[in-house]
């Protein structure tokens, strides 16, 4: 009877071993795809954990960020993306544009989901969270360029938005936005090297509770 017994917990034990190594198995290899990627993705623009809040599980992930910059006219474009194999997206763009705040925040205002988004702001940093996107808005005289030669204003300005499924949504989703957007801004003002003295937040101000 001890024999049986014995036999029975050794077999129980193995079962439990087995179980546990699938199931370890199958998360490390089918959902830890974005935890693979850099700290910080996007040539060091963007957190991962941001991206990792927006996107869901998936076995792999891939991302890529690019700068272009022509210093003579002032002119500069990043991209960056966040990609799982399940084709979840978290991407934003960044670019000079001559544009006041009030001119900025009039345009895009209308352009997305809400005609009314959420707006937050920070010493001249500016964010509108829609529910499917966010934009920023940071004053910033590139190199090649005077400030007295704007229409309006020098800006660097930011898109950001996902494509596919997501793992929050709603509010959550608009920060992850924001947070996304704001963190590529920071790191395009540095790359550009823009002429006015700035001393960046870590982050933002949070959204208000829907």
Known sequence: MQARRKKNFVTAGICCLVAFAV??????????????LPARPCDGAVDRETAAHALPSARSAE?????????SEGDYF????????GGSVISGEVQHRDSAPG????????NGGDKNPVEVSSGGIRALAHPDRAYV?????PPGKKRGEAREAYALT???????????????LRQ????????????????????ESRTFPKE???LPAA
């Open 137 to 141: 808005y940071v004053p910033c005289t």
């Open 158 to 172: 930011v898109e950001a938005r996902t494509i596919g499924e997501t793992r929050v949504h709603g509010n959550e």
């Open 23 to 36: 199931v370890f198995g199958y998360l490390e290899i089918f959902t830890k795809g974005i935890d693979r």
């Open 204 to 206: 933002l101000p949070r």
């Open 78 to 85: 990043f991209a960056c993306y966040v990609r799982t194999s």
């Open 103 to 110: 001119s900025w925040r009039d345009f895009y205002a209308e």
């Open 63 to 71: 991302e890529r960020g690019s700068l272009r910059q022509n210093r």
């Open 176 to 195: 992850v936005f924001v947070d996304f957007a704001y963190q590529l801004a920071r790191h395009t003002y540095e790359a550009v090297d823009c002429q």
